[in-house]
């Protein structure tokens, strides 16, 4: 019987930081950035045009992403977290770096609650890392009913483009340790963590067969289709912010 799970896609964030704004209000070059991307997507593969962008740049169809020039931070909120949720997590991210490019990284484990409202730069003038928070339907009412997780990310403008500089990734842990608990549950959970992961970088849903963004899963649908490549290679191949 296949596993049917809801998979709610956050919209992106209006941009908080603009040409406008003061220069000691935009940050500086983060000290890990390059002059160039760190990574390149996979090469290969089936082009395809089952995919769609969350955010596009003002008037194109160019998608809003992160600075390929940098990594993008993750820190950990683990309360409800499941067996092995760290692990499968990593994977996830393997998945998400090896088919845009993009070097995602786990920085630890954190107690704090993901920021709310406009913020997108901490006390120490750096983007806030990306907060990924295993909660339940009562801490996080989105995620009542068949919904397995949402995310998404908020957005700075700089002469003209806009780029993500962080993000939240929200996880069901009752659900998807009912969805680990049977067979195949660890590739199902992990779709999930890829499939939020993916609305964290720019990909909305799409309502194509044998895609991991349709806004609905199942059991059978554990990797990445050819539009949802073809969608994380346009994503991870962004400018570099020009700080």
Same mark, same amino acid.
């Given at each position: 019987?296949?596993?049917?799970?809801?998979?709610?896609?956050?919209?992106?964030? !209006?941009?908080?930081?603009?040409?406008?704004?003061?220069?000691?209000?935009?940050?500086?070059?983060?000290?890990?950035?390059?002059?160039?991307?760190?990574?390149?997507?996979? *090469?290969? $593969?089936?082009?395809?045009?089952?995919?769609?962008?969350?955010?596009?740049?003002?008037?194109?169809?160019?998608?809003?992403?992160?600075? /390929?020039? *940098?990594?993008?931070?993750?820190?950990?909120?683990?309360?409800?977290?499941?067996?092995?949720?760290?692990?499968?997590?990593?994977?996830?991210?393997?998945?998400?770096?090896? !088919?845009? $490019?993009?070097?995602?990284?786990?920085?630890?484990?954190?107690?704090?609650?993901?920021?709310?409202?406009?913020?997108?730069?901490?006390?120490?003038?750096? %983007?806030?890392?990306?907060?990924?928070? %295993?909660?339940? /339907?009562? *801490?996080? /009412?989105?995620?009542?009913?068949?919904?397995?997780?949402?995310?998404? @990310? @908020?957005?700075?403008?700089?002469?003209?483009?806009? %780029?993500?500089?962080?993000?939240?990734?929200?996880?069901?842990?009752?659900?998807?340790?009912?969805?680990?608990?049977?067979?195949?549950?660890?590739?199902?959970?992990?779709?999930?963590?890829?499939?939020?992961? !993916?609305?964290l970088v720019g990909l909305d849903h799409v309502d194509a067969a044998?895609?991991?963004?349709?806004p609905s899963g199942d059991e059978s649908i554990t990797t990445w $289709?050819?539009?949802?490549?073809? $969608?994380?290679?346009?994503?991870?191949?962004?400018?570099?912010?020009?700080?």
């Amino acid at each position: 019987m296949a596993v049917l799970v809801v998979l709610l896609g956050g919209a992106s964030v !209006a941009a908080r930081l603009d040409d406008s704004s003061s220069d000691s209000a935009f940050p500086g070059r983060p000290d890990d950035a390059a002059s160039a991307p760190l990574g390149a997507p996979a *090469a290969g $593969g089936t082009a395809s045009d089952a995919y769609a962008f969350i955010a596009t740049q003002k008037g194109g169809s160019d998608p809003v992403t992160y600075d /390929p020039c *940098a990594p993008i931070h993750l820190v950990v909120d683990a309360r409800t977290i499941v067996d092995g949720g760290m692990k499968l997590l990593e994977q996830a991210l393997d998945e998400v770096s090896e !088919a845009s $490019g993009l070097q995602l990284v786990v920085d630890g484990l954190t107690d704090d609650e993901a920021p709310e409202g406009d913020a997108v730069t901490g006390p120490d003038r750096t %983007w806030l890392p990306v907060t990924v928070t %295993w909660s339940d /339907p009562k *801490a996080s /009412p989105k995620l009542k009913g068949d919904v397995a997780g949402y995310a998404g @990310s @908020s957005s700075i403008e700089r002469d003209g483009h806009r %780029w993500f500089v962080t993000g939240t990734v929200v996880l069901d842990g009752p659900q998807l340790k009912r969805i680990l608990d049977q067979r195949g549950g660890r590739a199902g959970v992990r779709s999930v963590m890829m499939h939020e992961l !993916a609305h964290l970088v720019g990909l909305d849903h799409v309502d194509a067969a044998g895609q991991l963004m349709r806004p609905s899963g199942d059991e059978s649908i554990t990797t990445w $289709g050819a539009g949802d490549r073809t $969608g994380l290679a346009a994503v991870g191949s962004g400018r570099c912010i020009p700080y």
